[in-house]
């Protein structure tokens, strides 16, 4: 990790994003907010980013000239998700460039088995796992922890994609040939009671500033709706918290991590890590007196971590999928756009939506909707989480897209 | 006034702003959140709205051509200060573009005198004041009120310019005569316990959001402080809550108002409105439910408002304001420069202010300081006035611009 070095002015410093979606784009409102230059890096020409960002390289992920044409323009780089080439990060530190979670920390998370042996060695309790080089490995693994066992992709998994579960000995095969031709490892079944997640940021400083629990439910495994705080005893909430505090130390990070974990009554196992501003966190922008994007716009800035408390009773996150494809960019949008900003595939039911008390929705301007893509996400408030929750309900029962 | 045509999709209007400050600013990165696209009018080419906004027309603010190229891109226009040619947005309404808040509002809002009439008109509480041709009416007004009077230039005044005061007959003369030669009135003086203001949004729909009630306090005539509550009686309280009400129907405004008032023990008189957000409004973005800047977007865009609740027990906004001139653009900044991106002038200490708790804090990215230039902003939130009063004073003595 290079250490900045000593900047009476933090604020000059031009921070570069790898990734231009909805996560870059609420990192970047937060970014303006102190007026950082910000200059990103994506593929897609009319991507959520674009139109925000001082500078938008078009270019694919993999383009090392483009990375490193984006690090010679910033002074710092941060990115938006983790199937990323960390050799490229790697050598930007080289460099003496400043990467925020650095590539060492990435490299770890990127390989969910490295992540897990980490996690476990570094005495944070995680369900049962281990390596598997065949169906064979897979079969032996079912006989000792019992079926179903759940297979994962070590690398490039994200929404429940590069998982497969194997429901017995004879489904082994079929599991394993369906992750594809990477290396893959077995976890064992977790009853869970309910899934939650705990936020965390990690300053320059080694200073750790933890969210509430939230719970989190999913459909299709895709994040649904996080519900804020979590309904879980005292003593699991306390264990959850703690355990996403030890995550921060374990991997060194800087910047904001989403720590899923399982809940099986007042026991609590950590299922995944990603380095990042994570979509159970969103609710943190109406809902706490510091969001998750600013806390990962202080930390990779270098800059003092702010309050991860709430300032609500209780908040619920639901998440705006599309429904089916539309029209691809150039279409009807095509007159109605200004310099090259993405004409937004239509929501409809705004308006019913935000006449729900206490709720804010959040549209992140994709040209093209898809079937089960994030389009967007509201957050309601309220006293209670009942409330909060009957809000996000009616607001959610009118959104079509 | 010109109602929208029914729109299955409001999200996908552009919004114009003529002015690209802070409050145009900040009104982009609400209106971002639900991905309007927008387009700024402003003659400075690094203004606090460039870069993130879709496009930005680089003409003066009278220009009538550009004001119509800026409708001719946009559904809705509205406008981050009242000193503009309300006869150019008048020419947009009969051309059935819709402006907010509407030209005709901004027509008598924009004389003082005017404003104030329709004021009292509208059974609103003012202080008397009456129309001054010369100097030997302000004497005549003055034996009948008592001195010391002031004087208000009808048009254009701002953070006390247009003001002046006439102490004695004897000064009279001199007082009129520095308002130049504009038109003015007089008012009788108030010795005010506080300065206070109400910051009040409606809806097309004719709802009213109406924020807490805050006490400003001033230096050299130009906002300071913001503290919200205002330490004030329960009955000033209401008084000013239903008196800002009362104002957003007698001006028929859509959008974000400011309504400044002055407060004598539990009587409550207006003493300016602002057809705008407004900087005593700042607090909104961190204490409540929906900002002043949120609730604007709502309104122009014809959704519904938000709650304008807060959610902190207390919240204190401080002013930063520039302490000399800078080097101008292309100086030092030159080479930093990205993409036509303002560097702005540099704040110091903004590590120390943020490591302050509660505080939260906004550069608004103008690439020249001034003396008393506003150039910041921060709010320090807490439990009581008391805590937040001392988490921004602190925070307070760390900057430095």
Known sequence: MNNPPANPNPLSQRIGIIGGGQLGKMMILEARKLSFRVVVLDPTPGCPCHGICDEHIVAAFDDREAIAALAEKCDVITYEFEDIDAG????????????????????????KFLQKQALKEGGIPVPEFACCGSAADVRVLGEKWGWPLILKARRGGYDGKGNAVAG???????????????????????????????????????SVAVYPVGMNEHRESILRRSTVPAPISEKAARSASEIAGKVMRVFGGVGMFGVEMFVCGDEVLVNEVAPRPHNSGHYTIESCVTSQFANHIRAVAGLPL????????????ENILGSGETEGPGSAGGQNRINGTAVPAP????????????VSLHVYGKERSARNRKMGHLTAVGRTVGEARGRAAEAMRSIRI
Do not use: H
């Open 168 to 206: 017995s000995a004879g489904e082994a095969g079929e599991a394993a040939a369906s992750l594809g031709r990477g290396d893959f490892f077995a976890e064992k079944w977790i009853n869970f009671d309910m899934e939650v997640s705990v936020l965390a940021c990690r300053g320059l400083d080694g």
């Open 306 to 317: 702010g309050s991860p408390e709430m300032t609500v009773g209780a908040a619920v996150m």
């Open 347 to 358: 929501l409809y039911g705004a308006e019913a939506a935000l006449a729900v008390p206490g």
């Open 88 to 111: 490229a990060l790697l050598e930007l530190e080289r460099r003496g460039k400043r990467v925020y979670p650095t590539a060492s920390s990435l490299l770890i998370i990127q390989d």
